[in-house]
């Protein structure tokens, strides 16, 4: 399973990178908002520190602004792929501009039809959000096995991206449901390294380590 790093920021993507670990990045309106700069050159910067897909969302509502947006953002760099919402405006505008060579990622997935609709319509990949389905009482991870199970059936190219994740656990749960890519806020990727055995492990180590070298 590949991990792509969910945030605009750029000092939390450098250090995740820094691990080795780093596959994509996926960024949203509110991801980029909070970091009050320009738009462009955020993803611009992204592009310089990570050799792989970069999500960049458009903000238009009908098709003819978000094939306009998405023609825009990808020249910023061949790795920036144009996130579009699930909304027949959307799919049009994928229709578009993935016969264009334009990658796109359908967002805000919610069920295993809406991913369908965005993979015929030709999206690059489709991003369920489990968080988010699990906050209104669902099981999140169900849609993705659910979408994981169609895709394989049908030989789907469409990459699998569970969005939304909230803790360590949803990045198992996606990578036991097959998930081509799970995209990982900063503050998990923390949670899924640490663990208070592998610290109390390395104390014994060197306190062995000292006590018999002296
Ligand atoms: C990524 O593609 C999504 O925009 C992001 O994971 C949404 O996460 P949230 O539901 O925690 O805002």
Redesign the pocket.
């Known amino acids: 399973m590949k991990f792509f790093v969910?945030t605009a920021n750029v000092d939390e993507i450098r250090e995740i990178h820094s691990w080795g670990v780093v596959d994509g990045v996926?960024t949203?309106p509110?991801?980029v908002a909070k970091e009050g700069r320009n738009f462009e050159e955020v993803i611009a910067e992204i592009t310089s520190i990570v050799d792989g897909p970069v999500?960049a969302e458009v903000i238009s509502l009908e098709a003819q602004g978000m094939i306009k947006e998405a023609r825009e953002l990808s020249k910023i760099h061949e790795n920036v792929v144009v996130?579009i919402p699930m909304t027949d405006e959307g799919l049009k505008a994928v229709s578009v501009v993935s016969k264009e060579g334009i990658k796109t990622?359908v967002?805000l997935v919610f069920s295993p039809n809406q991913a369908l609709l965005a993979a015929k319509a030709g999206a690059a990949y489709v991003?369920p959000?489990v968080?988010?389905l699990d906050d209104i009482g669902n099981t999140g991870m169900e849609v993705v096995r659910k979408i994981v199970d169609i895709f394989d059936i049908y030989g789907i190219e469409t990459q699998v991206?569970t969005?939304?994740?909230?803790h360590a656990d949803h990045v198992t749960e996606a990578a036991l449901a097959g998930s081509h890519v799970a995209?990982v806020?900063y503050a998990v990727f923390k949670k899924m390294l640490g663990h208070p055995l592998t610290n109390i492990g390395i104390e014994t180590f060197l306190s062995d380590w000292e006590k018999a070298s002296k």
Not at 163 to 166: L, N, P, Q
């Open positions: 969910d996926t949203n509110s991801l999500s996130k990622n967002t991003s959000f968080g988010r991206i969005a939304s994740v909230r995209t806020p």
